[in-house]
Each structure stands twice: as C-alpha cells, then as structure tokens.
C-alpha cells in the first residue's frame, strides 16, 4: 500500500542552546602587566521557534525528525570577545497545529495563522565576563557567569485542519463527490465506505470572486468517539471549523435518526463542537422525485437550515453555497480569525503562555513561556561561576 502524504501527528524531542560562559581573564601585556579584567561575556544560546507557513497542509516534512536541537551559545574570551550566538531553529507548521508536552499531555501553544511566531523553547542566555564585574572597590574581579542552561521537551505536534465548512457525515454521504463539484479538488471517489482515508480542503467560488474553504473529512459511524471505524483520528480535524455541514443520503432508511447519531458522535468527542452554525444536507436528490421531497421536508430537523442537492446532477448546489455564506457571516458565527494584531494569553495551572506581538514595523516578535518558578526571578543569574587564574 503506498504511503499516505497526509500526516496530522509527530513527536518530536526538542532542545534550545545553552548559554555560552562567561570568561575570567585579566590583561597581563609587557607594557600594562596589571591591565585589569578583560573577560568578554558568553553568547546566547539559540531558541526553538514554531512558524506557521502556508505552503504546509500536513506535518509529513516533520514525519522522520527525531530531535531538533539548537546551537548552543559561545563562551566569551579574552579582550573583551563576546561568544558567538547559537542559531535559532525555526520549525514551520501548517496552521492550524496544535503543540502539547509529550510527558504531561498540557497545551503548549497553538500556531493559527500564517507568519505567526511562537517561542516554544528559549536558548539560555550568555554568562556576563568579568570585565562587566569591575568597580572602584573591586578592580581584579575574578569570577564571570556561567551561560543559563538549555530547555528541554519532547512536544507532540497535532495538526487540526483550518476550513471554513466541514463536511461530517457517514462513509458513502457523498461528501468527496461535493468536494470535486464545488471545488478543483479531486479526492478520490468510489462506490464503497471509507474511500477517502484522508482530509482533503477544496476552495469554493463564491459570487463576486468570493470564496471559502471545505474540508472534506473521511467518514465517521456510529462509535467513532470511542475508537471506531477511523476512530478519533479525523474527529479532530472537525473542531476547527466555522461551520459543520451535516450530509445524510436521501435513500436512506431514516434521515433524521442518521444526523442524530452523527451530532451524538461530535458530543460524545467534544460538547463544544455543538456550539457552531449546522446545515443539514440531504444528498443523491436525483434518486428522489419532487414529491418525494416534500414529504421529507416535514420529517427533517426544523432548528437548521436543510437543503436538498445532488451533486451529481448540480441540483440545489446554488443554494446550498448561498445558504453557507449566509451562516459563514452570520454575526454570531464570525471566525474568530487571530490576527497579527492581537495578543494571546493561553495559562493553565502550571504553564504561562505569554504571547505578545510586536507591530510596530522592524521589530521582532517576542514570545515567551514560564513556568511558575520562573516567573519570580527572570531578570537575572543569582549564581556565579569564581575563577582564579
């Protein structure tokens, strides 16, 4: 069986760089013996960076990296030189990616759009030298820092597809088939279950050069949410769309009862998911007659918008993009997009995500976590390293 190039989960063991030390010298030259401390402070080590970049829809780039480790920092030198700087490691990520500590199972961080920056391990800072410990009282100092020390965590990377419409339905619903109508994809189609064993994201044209993004995700039955068929792997990719678009076939036995087992599932996996916009299609119209329709109409939930289409034919498919726009920019529906503008706070009880952007033009983005004994004493060593030449 070929490969799937779709890979949504990695583990990945991380390190930052440790700081480079600080060096203890004093300047001993034929014409100044007593030329005092000249020892150059230590460089910084370098950092674990997540970035979100678009051209990525997968994490199959990250599927056979076992470790990713960071420069460490340079130890500083006589004559005041300063240690080299360790190179940060920028890791990209489709958006959408989720990060959690392998070990505790805690939320790290969420990378949610493009260009979007997140310190995930910070490189230990450079020790000072003793050149930076000079005073009138103390003019041979003969101690620098030692460089901070790196960080360490195995992370798991999930990635949680981002779409505008999520297609949830039973295998054979007929969801790929919507997908190829509405949108250049072309996921593979077949006339038995389970045919589709990855997502795949078709762009849909709107009126206007409008537009907006469907995910066709691979079917779900009835005990998905406790492991069945696929199981919870692609239950995931659901929780990050606006807007659910249920698909029920019209031959089948029970319309209503098939889309009640459906929300059920979606319950079962996360309650939250229950809170977004719903639209019910009824699919494989061009086996029912207009009479027929009629009759199902009455039988339907009457709390959602219900369409009938056929993509096979293209019946209804105007109105079914109608009714999705509509819902898309329905107030209380409005993505909430995270934008270069916003800062993000993400705390549980034992992590704090600090996360500020910076939009004044030239400026970096500075992105930090700590833990709780951090927090207390950020700004500075307490210990020090003592030399003697």
Known sequence: MAESNFVDYVKIMCRSGKGGRGSMHLRHVKYNPNGGPDGGDGGKGGSIILRGNHNYWTLLHLKYERHIFAEHGGNGGKDKCHGTDGKDVYIDVPPGTVVYNAETGKFVCDVAYDGQEVLLLKGGRGGLGNFQFRSATNQAPRYAQPGEPMQEMTVILELKLLADVGLVGFPNAGKSTLVSALSNARPKIANYPFTTMEPSLGIVGYREGKSFVMADIPGIIEGASEGRGLGLR??????????????????????KREYEILLNELRQFNPEMLQKHRVLAVTKCDLLDEELI???????????????????????????????WRELNAESNKLNTITQEDTLVHRDKDMTLFATELIDEGEDDDITYLDDDQLEDVEELEDFEYEDE
């Open 234 to 255: 692609f239950l995931r990719h659901i929780e990050r769309n606006s807007l659910l678009l249920f698909m029920v076939p019209g031959d089948a036995d029970d319309i």
């Open 294 to 324: 009629e009759m199902l109409k009455d039988t339907l939930p009457q709390d959602l918008p219900v369409v009938f289409i056929s993509a096979v034919t293209g019946f209804g498919l105007d109105e079914l993009k109608d009714v999705l």
